[in-house]
Protein backbone atom coordinates (compact mmCIF):
# COMPACT_ATOMS: atom_id res chain seq x y z
CA UNK A 1 0.00 0.00 0.00
CA UNK A 2 1.67 3.50 -1.15
CA UNK A 3 0.72 6.81 -0.15
CA UNK A 4 1.32 9.61 -1.31
CA UNK A 5 1.28 13.19 0.85
CA UNK A 6 0.92 16.32 -1.01
CA UNK A 7 0.57 19.82 0.21
CA UNK A 8 3.33 21.01 2.23
CA UNK A 9 5.17 24.43 1.59
CA UNK A 10 6.05 27.70 3.15
CA UNK A 11 3.47 29.60 4.85
CA UNK A 12 3.75 32.60 7.16
CA UNK A 13 2.71 32.71 10.67
CA UNK A 14 -1.19 32.46 10.91
CA UNK A 15 -1.49 31.38 7.60
CA UNK A 16 -3.27 27.58 6.18
CA UNK A 17 -1.78 24.93 4.02
CA UNK A 18 -3.77 21.75 3.38
CA UNK A 19 -2.06 18.54 2.81
CA UNK A 20 -3.62 15.43 1.22
CA UNK A 21 -2.81 12.15 1.30
CA UNK A 22 -3.72 9.78 -1.71
CA UNK A 23 -3.75 6.23 -2.08
CA UNK A 24 -4.58 4.78 -5.10
CA UNK A 25 -5.09 1.76 -6.25
CA UNK A 26 -6.38 0.89 -2.41
CA UNK A 27 -9.85 1.85 -1.33
CA UNK A 28 -9.31 3.33 2.29
CA UNK A 29 -13.25 2.78 3.46
CA UNK A 30 -12.08 1.01 5.78
CA UNK A 31 -8.63 1.94 6.75
CA UNK A 32 -8.21 4.45 9.54
CA UNK A 33 -6.28 7.30 8.47
CA UNK A 34 -3.71 9.44 10.42
CA UNK A 35 -1.32 12.22 10.35
CA UNK A 36 2.06 12.29 12.34
CA UNK A 37 4.80 14.92 11.95
CA UNK A 38 8.27 15.47 13.22
CA UNK A 39 11.15 17.52 13.38
CA UNK A 40 15.22 16.87 13.46
CA UNK A 41 14.70 17.64 17.30
CA UNK A 42 11.96 15.42 18.24
CA UNK A 43 10.65 12.00 18.10
CA UNK A 44 7.83 11.69 15.28
CA UNK A 45 4.57 13.18 17.23
CA UNK A 46 1.18 12.16 16.94
CA UNK A 47 -1.41 15.27 14.95
CA UNK A 48 -4.64 13.91 13.73
CA UNK A 49 -6.85 10.53 12.71
CA UNK A 50 -9.87 9.50 11.43
CA UNK A 51 -12.11 6.48 11.95
CA UNK A 52 -13.33 4.64 9.14
CA UNK A 53 -16.10 2.86 11.33
CA UNK A 54 -17.75 5.95 12.72
CA UNK A 55 -15.18 8.64 11.05
CA UNK A 56 -14.49 10.24 14.88
CA UNK A 57 -11.64 12.16 14.81
CA UNK A 58 -9.06 12.76 17.19
CA UNK A 59 -6.51 15.59 17.91
CA UNK A 60 -3.07 16.61 19.44
CA UNK A 61 -3.89 19.13 21.88
CA UNK A 62 -1.96 21.73 20.66
CA UNK A 63 -3.62 21.61 17.23
CA UNK A 64 -7.28 21.01 18.16
CA UNK A 65 -9.36 24.07 16.56
CA UNK A 66 -6.80 24.87 14.35
CA UNK A 67 -6.43 21.59 12.23
CA UNK A 68 -9.59 19.44 10.99
CA UNK A 69 -8.56 15.75 9.19
CA UNK A 70 -11.29 14.89 6.76
CA UNK A 71 -11.34 11.50 4.15
CA UNK A 72 -12.59 11.30 1.08
CA UNK A 73 -12.89 7.20 0.55
CA UNK A 74 -14.35 8.17 -3.49
CA UNK A 75 -11.10 9.37 -4.02
CA UNK A 76 -9.09 7.64 -1.65
CA UNK A 77 -7.74 10.36 0.02
CA UNK A 78 -7.00 11.75 3.35
CA UNK A 79 -7.15 15.70 4.10
CA UNK A 80 -5.69 17.86 6.67
CA UNK A 81 -6.38 21.11 6.66
CA UNK A 82 -4.35 23.38 8.83
CA UNK A 83 -5.40 27.01 10.04
CA UNK A 84 -3.71 29.54 12.15
CA UNK A 85 -0.52 27.42 11.93
CA UNK A 86 2.47 28.49 14.03
CA UNK A 87 6.37 28.21 13.64
CA UNK A 88 6.01 25.15 16.25
CA UNK A 89 4.04 23.32 13.52
CA UNK A 90 7.18 23.30 11.23
CA UNK A 91 7.92 19.58 10.35
CA UNK A 92 7.89 16.98 8.21
CA UNK A 93 4.09 15.87 7.83
CA UNK A 94 3.20 11.72 7.36
CA UNK A 95 0.50 10.09 6.61
CA UNK A 96 -0.30 6.65 7.60
CA UNK A 97 -2.33 4.09 7.26
CA UNK A 98 -3.92 1.32 9.62
CA UNK A 99 -5.71 -1.18 8.20
CA UNK A 100 -6.00 -3.84 11.21
CA UNK A 101 -8.58 -2.12 13.98
CA UNK A 102 -11.95 -0.92 14.30
CA UNK A 103 -10.58 2.81 15.73
CA UNK A 104 -8.18 4.80 15.03
CA UNK A 105 -5.19 5.45 17.15
CA UNK A 106 -2.88 7.55 18.33
CA UNK A 107 -0.26 5.33 18.54
CA UNK A 108 2.48 5.37 15.45
CA UNK A 109 3.15 1.88 16.05
CA UNK A 110 -0.11 0.96 15.41
CA UNK A 111 -0.11 2.01 11.70
CA UNK A 112 1.21 0.03 8.81
CA UNK A 113 1.91 2.41 6.13
CA UNK A 114 3.74 5.21 5.57
CA UNK A 115 3.83 7.98 3.12
CA UNK A 116 7.31 9.35 2.64
CA UNK A 117 6.78 12.91 4.20
CA UNK A 118 5.54 16.35 3.05
CA UNK A 119 7.55 19.65 4.40
CA UNK A 120 5.85 22.09 6.31
CA UNK A 121 7.46 25.76 7.14
CA UNK A 122 6.18 28.32 8.98
CA UNK A 123 7.89 31.59 9.01
CA UNK A 124 7.31 33.84 12.14
Known amino acids: VQLQASGGGLVQSGGSLSLSCAVP????????MGWFRQTPAKTREFVAA????????YYQTSVKGRFSISRDNAKNTVYLQMNSLKPEDTAVYYC??????????????????WGRGTQVTVSS
Open 25 to 32: GHAISTYN
Open 96 to 113: AADVNAPLASVRQYDYEY
Open 50 to 57: ISWRDVNQ
